[in-house]
């Protein structure tokens, strides 16, 4: 169904930052034509490309939102909206539509989309079972597709896969800082992103619980405890509840 749904659908994709590139590169390698998809990043784009589209994604800020669907509702006649704009409800961007007989549905995607390796929080929307299935069916080939049955749960998938990538990140960037510091300057960052890739391609291929992995190399008197300790001691799950509350409360806040 996907290969079909990719020959019939126009696609345009309204941000042309990260998120947006991101989305429009993980179609072409799930196989979307490039010539079924436009990339618009200014008013006067955005009119032309959201005309000639089926399928129009928004990957603009919250903060935008209205003042594209302003600039966009007379092509938005019986066409399908797909907001990527965290915070922003289906409701709110209705009622900014003015009675516009269009679908919209939401996801929150993160960037690991453009290799196929991302996580897609997916609501559904007002959108018909039939596009749902086929809009379903692309998603798919960009990741982990998460349907959710609650709109206010897209926010938690914001926060742990949207928002995961700069984490993790964060603390490969860490490992590499403290391999150079130790004497690896040469292949200090291949070091650490390895050693991040063989440690989750053995947890997936494995079925290992992450708590298990733990026990197996953190073994009593070790090396692996003694920093685990540290980390314990430090207060680090601690510190990272707080930091992921902190980001919650963000989300939070893009709705008032």
Known sequence: MAKDTFARKRITVIGGGHMGSALAQGLVNAGVPRSRITVSDNSRGNLA???????????????????????????????????????????????????????????????????????????????????????????????????????????????????GPAIVSSFVSAYGKRARTLGLSRNAEAIALQTFKGALAYLERSGTAPEKLIDSVATKGGVTEAILKELRRGGFEKIFARAMQSGYKKIKGIHS
């Open 49 to 163: 490309a959201a005309k000639s589209a089926d399928w129009i994604f928004l990957a603009v800020k919250p903060s935008v939102v209205v003042s594209v669907l302003a600039d966009i509702t007379g092509t938005l006649e019986g066409k399908t909206i797909i907001s990527l704009a965290a915070g922003v409800s289906v409701k709110a961007m209705k009622k900014r539509l003015h009675g516009v007989n269009c679908s919209i549905a939401r996801i929150m995607p993160n960037i690991p989309v453009a290799y196929g390796e991302g996580v897609i929080g997916f609501y559904s929307g007002d959108i018909a079972a039939k596009n749902k299935r086929e809009l379903k069916s692309v998603l798919g080939n960009l990741g982990l597709l998460v349907e959710v049955k609650k709109e206010s749960n897209l926010d938690t998938i914001t926060l742990i896969a949207g928002c």
